[in-house]
């Protein structure tokens, strides 16, 4: 099975800054990664795919990199909306999620 | 717009049965894979297994295999989980999603929360 590792487990940040959030997988998984916001209370939504895609309806301070095994989320300007949990899946082998990084107001 | 409504939550004791439906609208669904992802009380995301459009081919995590089973109607719009001889263990918020052929979740659920508890 493949683990997906994500660094910090928690990241302090004021509104405005930038948050950067990584994602370690144990072995390559190309580009297969998928990032997802998940807010207190619903269901994750699908912020980035194949690594650097943004999905839908997703606002562009939200930008993905990364191919093999090291994958970084950016959020260019922390908006008010955006304080929630963040997990990377990876889908080249099966599917597995990492642990999560809760972004949290400093 | 998409629309995905899992109904069938509950306390169910260890050993026991129950089956989740997810009601789908505003897409294809009978051209779309679709998903279960489970997530334990303030833990991380799982994912369960998965399901073809045309029902012939399904896969699932080995904790659950052999345990639990997905199925779907199309003419319905409908997808199924049946779980049985559940265990404490698979106490979790259970969410349908679909399922992009790549292998990511587009479109989610709001969950179904299913206990296991004597």
Known sequence: ?106 | EVQLVETGGGLVQPGGSLRLSCAASGFPFGSFWMSWVRQAPGKGLEWVGNLKPDGSYKQYVDSVKGRFTISRDNAKNSLYLQMDSLRDEDTAIYYCATDDVSGYFSDWGQGALVTVSS
């Open chain 1, 1 to 106: 099975e493949i683990v997906m590792t994500q660094s910090p487990d928690t990241l302090s940040v004021s509104p405005g800054d930038r948050a950067t959030l990584s994602c370690r997988a144990s072995q390559s998984v190309n580009s297969k990664v998928a990032w997802y916001q998940q807010k207190l209370g619903q269901a994750p939504r699908l912020l980035i795919y194949d690594a650097s895609a943004r999905a839908t309806g997703i606002p562009a301070r939200f930008s993905g990199s990364g191919s093999g095994t090291e994958f970084t989320l950016t959020i260019s300007s922390l908006q008010s909306e955006d304080f929630a949990v963040y997990y990377c899946q990876q889908y080249n082998q099966w599917k597995t999620f990492g642990q999560g990084t809760k972004v949290e107001i400093k």
